[in-house]
Structures are given as structure tokens and as C-alpha cells.
């Protein structure tokens, strides 16, 4: 069997370690992106939400001849706070990692995808989103962008073979809820129509569905895990 | 690249071939306009020929999308523009 590669952005902490992690320990070869710089073999360090930094860890896969299977962009930020009281760097931070590094991430890698004949994207939305949470506006404006972007992006690559969906969990334990009280992730959990807190695994287990043959007709969704 | 080896390369792409192809033939917005399907797997052709010669083809530039001055306005222009690039390359390296 042919291992496939995959390409995990955000890779070091949070979800994306986490989803890294299990997709080598099930067979896939991992390519992880991060900030971080990294003493591992396959790992490139990139801001995500720079157009030249992602086209140089383009050009050095291309340069390798890595054919790529599967993209999926973990790399995000939050911040929870009142748009009101948000100051203006913490929002072009949060829209140009979470969104902006999603589109450039997805343009700029997909042509590996196409040159492998077809593959997946899966980018990582939120379960506000849908709730239209309090003390998330600017966060929730810039994961609409990725559902919304998602989709139609679905619809430009699938004439290759590529399917694009998102994720969209609720609160997970990783270092993305640190300033969120017991109740507020209650509170959001208790509009989840499986009310419990995920996993990581459970995530991990969704990624690996999208990433199966299963999936290949399954494009432009977004996956509200625990569902609304 | 001579804007030959750029037509060789639309004729394996389009799957109707257009009645005449030639290095001055309008490939956007003219009666042989391509695809955007097509034009992104020329692209990839362009870009594997680059890395053969030992540069990167920049594809995603403004001038590229540019309706009036693209890069792909024919198969001579986007000659033009890989050898520029190619040159530019060479000169840098």
C-alpha cells in the first residue's frame, strides 16, 4: 500500500498536534507547518498568514516531487473578547491567520493535490459559527470566512478530484480555550445536540473519515461536530 | 520555451482542439479561449517545465491576472513571460 502524504498546518499544538499525531501513527506520511521551528524530519516553519513563507514551503515540496493527498489547515488563533473591546492588531491577527492563512494555504498547495489526481482539504471552522456566540464576534467572523470560502473553493477544485469540508467542533481541551470559564464552555456545550465535550480523538476520527475513500463524494459541508 | 513547445502543451490539455492554433491565437476572451480548468493545468506544465530548468514559474502574480495585459493573453506571451522569468532567475542566481 502506498503511504499517502498529508500536509497539517498548525501542527504543533492544539488540534493540529493532535491530528498530526494520529494520521503517523495510522500509516499517512505528515508534513507539519508551524511558526515553531522544529528539529523533526518533514516539518517546515511558516507563517501561514504570509503569501511568500507558504509559496517557499510550496516550491521546496514541488521541488521534491512530493505528491500530496491531503491538506488540512488546523493553524488558527482565538481570542475571546467583546468586539468592542477588541484592539485593532488582535483582529488583523485573528483574520489573517484563520482566514487569510487558510486561502493562501489552500491556493497556494492545492496544485500538489491536483498533480496527485484529487485528494482532500479540510479546513477547521467552529461551532460558533452557528450559535452566534457572545465574546467571539471577531473569531466567528473570521471562521464564517473559512466556511464561506470552503465552499466555494469546493466547487473550483472538485473538477479535479478534490474535495473541500470543514470541521466545525465545539469547545475541545486545547490551549485555544485558556480564558474560557467551566460555565461559558457549559454553555456552549448544552447547545450541542450531543452534549458532551469532544475529544481530540473525536476530531482525529472525523479526519480520518474525510480522508477515506468514503468521503469522495462529501464536499463544500461543514461538520458541526456534536452536531446543532 | 519557443511559444511551439506552449502550444504542444494546450493541445494535450484542451479536449477540443481548436481549428487553429497559433502563437499569436487569443486564449482569453477570444474564440479560442480556454478553460479555467485548462488554464490551471497549463500552469502545472509550465511550472514542471521551470523546475526542469531550474527555476520557479510564478503563476499567481497581478500581471498573470490582469485581463488586458495577462500573462496567458496568447501562446507567445506566456513565452515571453516563462523566459523572463527564467532569465531573471539566471541572473539572480
Known amino acids: ?228 | 520555451m519557443h511559444p511551439l513547445q506552449v502550444i504542444e502543451f494546450l493541445k494535450e490539455i484542451l479536449e477540443e482542439q481548436p481549428s487553429e492554433l497559433t502563437e499569436e491565437s487569443t486564449l482569453i476572451g477570444g474564440n479560442t479561449s480556454i478553460d479555467s480548468m485548462s488554464l490551471v493545468q497549463l500552469c502545472l506544465k509550465l511550472e514542471e517545465s521551470a523546475i526542469d530548468n531550474g527555476f520557479v514559474f510564478d503563476w499567481t502574480s497581478e500581471k498573470a491576472m490582469s485581463s488586458m495585459n495577462s500573462v496567458f493573453r496568447t501562446p507567445r506571451s506566456i513565452s515571453d513571460e516563462f523566459n523572463s522569468q527564467m532569465n531573471r532567475a539566471k541572473l539572480s542566481s
Open chain 1, 1 to 228: 500500500m502506498i503511504m499517502q502524504t498529508i500536509i497539517v498546518t498548525g501542527a504543533t499544538s492544539g488540534i493540529g498536534l493532535e491530528i498530526k499525531q494520529y494520521l503517523r501513527t495510522s500509516g499517512y506520511k505528515v508534513i507539519s507547518i508551524s511558526r515553531r521551528e522544529l528539529d523533526e524530519p518533514n516539518h517546515f516553519s511558516c507563517d501561514i498568514s504570509c503569501f511568500n513563507s507558504v509559496k517557499d514551503v510550496y516550491t521546496q515540496l514541488l521541488k521534491s516531487r512530493e505528491r500530496v493527498y491531503g491538506l488540512i489547515n488546523c493553524a488558527g488563533i482565538a481570542s475571546m473578547n467583546l468586539a468592542l473591546t477588541t484592539p485593532d492588531s488582535v483582529t488583523q491577527k485573528i483574520i489573517a491567520v484563520n482566514l487569510v492563512g487558510t486561502i493562501f494555504s489552500s491556493q497556494i498547495f492545492a496544485p500538489l493535490l491536483i498533480r496527485n489526481g484529487g485528494g482532500r482539504i479540510i479546513n477547521f471552522s467552529t461551532i460558533a459559527v452557528h450559535i452566534g456566540l457572545a465574546g467571539e464576534s471577531v473569531y466567528v467572523a473570521s471562521k464564517s470566512g473559512v466556511e464561506g470560502f470552503s465552499r466555494s473553493f469546493a466547487n473550483e477544485v472538485s473538477k479535479f478530484g478534490i474535495t473541500v469540508n470543514c470541521i466545525a467542533p465545539g469547545p475541545i481541551k486545547t490551549n485555544l480555550l485558556k480564558g474560557i470559564t467551566n460555565q461559558q464552555i457549559k454553555n456552549i456545550v448544552d447547545r450541542q445536540i450531543i452534549k458532551r465535550i469532544m475529544s481530540p480523538s473525536d476530531v482525529s476520527q472525523l479526519v480520518s473519515l474525510l480522508l477515506s475513500a468514503s468521503s469522495e463524494n462529501l464536499t463544500g459541508q461543514v461538520l458541526n461536530l456534536g452536531g446543532v
